[in-house]
Structures are given as C-alpha cells and as structure tokens.
C-alpha cells in the first residue's frame, strides 16, 4: 500500500518543480562584449596613469585613474556574468546566483570611494605645488584615451541593440547598463582632460588642469554612491520602489474574501522579484488560482501559504 502512496508523492512532487536559473537569455553575449572592452579600457589605464606621471599631468592622471574605475567595475561585471552561468544550475544557490551582480556592484563602488579620494588629494596637491606640463606628450595620450572610449561605448551599443532585439529584458540587465554608463561618463570626462591640456597649452591656463581632476574625483565619487545605494537595495532585500506591492495585493483581493497576511517581496537577481504571500481567506482555493491571478506581473518566483478561516 505504500508504493503508490509514494510514487504519487513523487509525480506531484515533480510536477511542480521548477528553476531558479532567472537570466534572459543574453548574457553569454553579454559576456563576452564585456570581457573585451574591460581588456581595452585595462590596457588604456596603464597608459593614461602612467604618462599622467610622467609628464606631469594631473587631468590625464585623474582620468586615468578614473578609467582604472570603470576598468575594474567591468571586471567584475565580466566575473558577476560567468559566476553566475557557471553556477545557474547549482542547488546551494536558493534563489539562484542573481545577486551575485550586486556583490560585485557594492565592492566596485567601495574601491571607487577610495579612488575618488585619491584623485581628488592629487588635483588638490596641483594647486599647491604646480608641476611643468608635457602638453605635446601630455594631449595624444588623452586623445587616444578618448578614442579608446569611443570603442568601447560602440562594442556596448551594438550588444545592447542585440539585446534588444532578442524580446527580453535588456533594460533588466543591470551589468550592461552599468558598463555602458562607465565608458559614457569615461568619455566625457576624456574629453574634459583634453580641454584642459588645449587650453594650458594655449592660452597658460594651467590651473584648469587640476581643477578637471577634481571634477573627475566628484564624478568618481557619484558613481561610487549610485553604486552602494543600488546594491545595498538588493543585498538587505529592500522592497522595489514601484506599484508592484500595490498590484499584487489588489489582484489577490479582488474577490472580496481573499486577505493578506503577510506579503514579502524582493529582488532574487536584476529585474526578478520573488514573492512569498500568506492569504487568508474563507472560501477553501488552490495556490495556483493566486498564482493565475499574478499573472503578468514579471515574478519568477511565487510562493502562496493559504490560511483558510472558517466563518
């Protein structure tokens, strides 16, 4: 009598099993797009710093280290993509491997901190103690930095109209979006070395120099903030700041009998969100009438504990 017993424990078992593997789909394309562009800007930091040194240039310096940021926000964009398809398929992970991008996001943005501190003593320590600048050495460096970027931002766009084109949830893809903002922002601030050096070349405006590192070190320092605050959401699991709370407690109430109790909500990976809902209810359902009715609502992972009350 036992047998059967188990062998249906078994099927039902089974037949709501289900992933917790929760990428679309692009990232090994992803990957390697960011693999690349994080050996180009790694390759084009150890020529900015060092000709910043050499010839004396606080701005080609700061955006050198600034590069170094972004070099190094890749790479572990690149290791947060290839840990996480590595291990998608490893039941240790309970909610999958998503937050590993979150990780990797919190200890980039604390070297950035550290960084932007960095640059900002060295554009100060300009000011007090001017240095003679290698202009004719000092601007192909910054130009070549700049084109260096302009690479990059293109190798990101077209993996990002792939993305696209694919119907799932590149604007979720946090590491792509990130890693194109940093060679974007890396640019602009290329630029402004550039000008900096034009116009001490030019017209002896050699204050303008460190005055750029400074800006360079605010930049940094932004980054570094964006990047704590977005981490720390997912990591300490703080609910989505959207209408989804709202609508899943509306959909699973609509009834009129149906309550809930008890309602978590939060991010398992960048553009997932998982839901465990206690319902209270007197009329006896099924978890997946609730589940039918959430719908629609992007959540790939739903968990429904159901009370029922008699009346």
């Known amino acids: 009598m036992t047998e059967p017993f188990k062998y249906k424990l078994a099927h039902d078992h ?20 960011t693999f690349w562009v994080m050996l180009l800007t790694a390759a084009m930091t150890i020529i900015e710093i060092g000709a910043g040194w050499f010839y004396h240039s606080i701005a080609v310096f700061a955006d050198g280290w600034h590069m170094s940021t972004h070099a190094l926000a890749l790479g572990i964009g690149y290791f ?126 050699t204050w303008l120099d460190p005055l750029v590192g400074i800006i360079g070190a605010v930049i940094i320092a932004q980054w570094a903030y964006a990047l704590l605050k977005n981490a720390m959401q997912m990591l300490l699991d703080i609910q989505p700041a959207n209408t989804l709370m709202a609508d899943i407690k509306s959909r699973i109430e609509n009834d009129g009998d149906s309550q809930i109790a008890d309602l978590h909500l939060w991010q398992v990976a960048p553009g997932r969100n998982a839901a465990i809902i206690s319902v209270i209810s007197h009329v006896q359902r099924q978890p997946d009438d609730y589940k039918m009715r959430l719908s629609g609502l992007g959540l790939s992972h739903i968990t429904v504990e159901l009370n029922h009350c008699a009346r």
Request: net charge neutral; with cysteine.
């Open 14 to 33: 089974t037949r709501y099993e289900h992933s917790h593997n929760f990428a679309f789909g692009h990232e090994i394309e992803s990957e390697r797009r």
């Open 80 to 205: 947060a993509y290839r840990f996480a398809r590595l291990h998608a398929k490893n039941n240790a992970y309970t909610f999958g491997t998503g937050k590993i991008h979150a990780l990797g996001s919190y200890s980039s943005a604390l070297i950035l901190a550290f960084v932007a501190l960095f640059v900002f003593g060295q554009s100060i320590w300009g000011f007090i103690s001017p240095e003679v600048i290698a202009y004719n050495q000092a601007i192909p460096v910054a130009i070549v930095a700049l084109c260096v970027n302009l690479l990059s931002i293109k190798l990101l766009h077209v993996g990002g109209e792939h993305n696209h084109e694919d119907g799932h949830g590149h604007e979720h893809d946090h590491n792509m979006k990130a890693a194109f903002a940093h060679v974007v922002v890396d640019a602009m601030t290329s630029v402004l070395a550039i000008a900096a050096l034009v116009a001490g070349k030019y017209w002896q405006w």
